[in-house]
């Protein structure tokens, strides 16, 4: 095996908490697997807003940067090498997983191999490497709320990131899917089989015109900014109401907050691959930078009119 010091990659840095401006990409020493880890050459690692505000310093006290910190969860890509006692991989398979060490916007990752699961060949590349943080966020949101059909799920975010996957999924279980979202992203949430209702002014009204025929008794907040307080104006029980955004209101009126963490697996990848490869939960795709490109890549994101999942190309 070729020495240490001659094998270099690059990966994503940055230094110090601040905007866009922060990000750097660097050559760094090409990682080398441990005991139970796997090196991934990475094909594709989908970006996502939770990272802009770890980069940003805004959630500090919940999710601290040592630096120089890497960043990124997502990951697909191709197993280049195998740690001691790894026997669920082989060199040369393509593989879906997902690392919690902020190391994913890179060349080469090390992942633990309980953390990977295959790529179904029907899979793009860039929809593979979208999956895992706003897919298992949308699995463990719907669970948290538990929707069945006779009744109405309001989702705030729909057309989000993690918002495309919860409405798919709250759709699945044959409840009615309320969908708050801008309007640009009607059309789309329309054809996944909810109903579309616009933010502002008169938001509540719409939303009980909505549900006529099925009593709104859950809701998702992607979006904070009040959502909580509207679902309980709503008669939304406190432990049928999940936000990952709005902390105060956790605090506050004990609803839930049952965010990735809650559904973080490759049983739940492998799950959601499964429903991608045969069609039934669909992952829109914004655009796809090169790493390099990092910076822009996030100006994008950040900019908040995404209307799917912005993916690094290494």
């Given at each position: ?90 060199a040369g398979d393509e593989v879906i997983g997902y690392t919690n060490n902020r190391a994913s ?139 990952i955004v709005d902390f105060p209101a956790i605090q506050k009126y004990g609803v839930k907050f ?57």
């Open positions: 095996m070729a020495t240490r010091d001659r094998l270099m990659s690059k990966a994503v840095r940055f230094d110090h908490y601040g905007g866009i401006e922060v990000l750097e990409v660097r050559d760094v020493p090409r990682p080398e697997p441990g005991p139970g880890q796997v090196l991934v050459a990475v094909r594709a690692a989908g970006i996502n807003i939770s990272e802009a505000k770890i980069r940003e310093g805004l959630v500090h006290a919940i999710f601290p940067a040592t630096f120089p910190s890497g960043e990124g969860s997502d990951l697909a890509g191709v197993v280049e090498e195998l740690g001691a006692g790894v026997s669920s991989a082989a916007h890179a060349e080469y990752v090390l992942v633990e191999a309980a953390n990977l699961t295959p790529k179904p060949a029907e899979i793009p590349w860039e929809v593979a490497g979208a999956l895992f943080v706003a897919g298992v966020t949308g699995v463990a949101t719907v669970r948290a709320v538990a929707p069945t059909p006779g009744e109405a799920v309001v989702i705030a975010g729909a057309g989000g990131g993690v918002g495309s996957f919860a409405v798919q999924l709250a759709v699945r279980t044959g409840a009615t899917v309320i969908a708050l979202a801008s309007e640009r992203h009607h059309v789309w949430l329309r054809e996944r089989g909810a109903i579309p209702v616009a933010y502002g002014n008169g938001v509540r009204e719409r939303i009980t015109a909505a549900a006529k025929e099925a009593p709104v008794a859950a809701f998702i907040d992607l979006v904070g900014d009040g959502y909580v307080e509207l679902a309980l104006e709503l008669g939304v029980p406190k432990e049928r109401i999940d936000t049952e965010g990735g963490a809650a559904a973080a697996s490759a049983a739940t990848l492998a799950e959601l691959a499964s429903a991608v490869a045969a069609g039934d939960l669909i992952v829109p795709i914004q655009r796809t930078y090169p790493l390099d490109q990092v910076r822009a890549a996030f100006t994008e994101l950040e900019a908040g009119h995404a209307a799917g999942k912005i993916v690094l190309i290494p």
